[in-house]
């Protein structure tokens, strides 16, 4: 039996693990906080400590993997092995031979696909998705990203398929941090819900959101700053969460109007913190916007939690033939 690593790269968080490539089970794990600054070298140098402590759990070291995936927000060219216009992580613009300075520093292959898009196949494989002919995922976190599974299979399109979170929910609306204008991530995205609430503290708006944050020790107003503030019953808070679910609500349904799919699985950092009550939520915020009101689509949690995108990652390594670094 041997074992994989999967590296789930996110806004706020580096996710490491270490899995038996038969089923999956996780035998080590590691996660460190994204860099704020410093660009794709500081980025870079986290995710090998992040492998490389999880490797060890494992009592292994990467370089006896048989491979690690990784799942990451942006452009992702997976014939190149580059990483391009990353929003959400300091200075990713321009294309960055990920899978090259990875696979140098861990002396295995690396396979590199989209972070959402490795999410919903392994829930697609291994969670809530076994059995489903279509079903979106819908991942609410620092962004907004998206999976469509149709027959069974991922939908990628031209290879930009899934980017729901640039669904336009008002036209000439707020200005997303993809720079157009009234996306649903304007709206709904944890980054620009964020950058909202400063404009509207600075301006005089009263809030805890900041104060939570700050005796929390963390940089930026995460899922768990959100949650813990809203059961203060910040009315800042409170407003702004009830937004971003109007938004959602609008955009997902949407897209379920063109797709008419079985199942929306909802996950990311803010979907998952939030939980059932959320869901449902979203639930009764899609009902007006649908077109077959009366044959909603079913809704659920994605099954495999916080791992799921660094377990979907496992799998893309197992699927794929990714070139090594020489």
């Known amino acids: 039996m041997g074992l994989r690593g999967g590296i789930d790269l996110g806004g706020t968080k580096v996710e490491a693990i270490v899995v038996n490539d038969d089923d999956y089970a996780v035998r080590g794990q590691s996660r460190c906080a994204t860099p704020s600054e410093g660009g794709p070298a500081a980025i870079v140098k986290t995710m090998v400590s992040a492998l490389t402590e999880a490797a060890k759990a494992a009592g292994t070291t990467p370089s ?42 861990f002396g295995c292959s690396v396979a590199l696909g989209n972070d959402v898009e490795v999410a919903v196949q392994a829930e697609l494989e291994l969670g809530v ?15 907004i990203g998206g999976g469509v599974v149709l027959g069974g299979k991922m939908w990628h399109g031209r290879g930009a398929a899934g980017e729901i979170g ?44 900041f104060k939570i944050m700050r005796e929390r020790d963390r940089e930026a107003l995460s899922s768990g700053v959100w949650a813990r503030a809203l059961e203060h019953g910040d009315e800042l808070a409170i407003e702004l969460i009830d937004r971003a679910v109007r938004a959602l609500g609008a955009g997902v349904a949407s897209v379920v109007n063109v797709l008419d799919v079985e199942l929306v699985v909802l996950g ?15 639930t009764e915020a899609m009902q007006p916007h649908l ?8 809704m659920a949690l994605a099954a495999l939690g916080d791992l799921g995108g660094a377990t979907g ?10 070139a090594r670094a020489p």
């Not at 995936?69 to 959400?88: F, K, S």
């Not at 720079?179 to 991530?185: A, I, P």
């Not at 979907?271 to 869901?279: N, S, V």
């Not at 990652?313 to 990714?322: T, V």
């Open 64 to 105: 006896e993997l048989a491979g690690v995936g990784v799942g990451a927000p942006g452009v992702v060219d997976m014939d190149a092995g580059t990483l391009a216009r990353a929003g959400n992580l300091s200075g990713w613009d321009a294309p960055y031979p990920l899978v090259a300075a990875l696979g140098e520093q």
């Open 166 to 209: 640039h669904i336009v929910v008002k036209r000439g609306g707020a200005r997303c941090t993809c720079g157009r204008l009234g996306c649903m991530e304007a709206y709904a995205g944890r980054r620009a819900m964020e950058l909202r609430a400063r404009r509207l503290h600075e301006r005089g708006r009263s809030t805890d959101l």
């Open 313 to 322: 990652a496992a799998l893309l390594s197992a699927h794929s033939s990714p």
């Open 291 to 298: 077109y077959n009101d009366d044959r909603p689509p079913q």
């Open 129 to 143: 998705g076994r059995g489903v002919d279509s079903f979106i995922g819908v991942f609410w976190g620092t962004g």
């Open 268 to 282: 990311g950092g803010l979907g998952l913190r939030f939980g059932a009550p959320m869901l449902a939520r979203l």
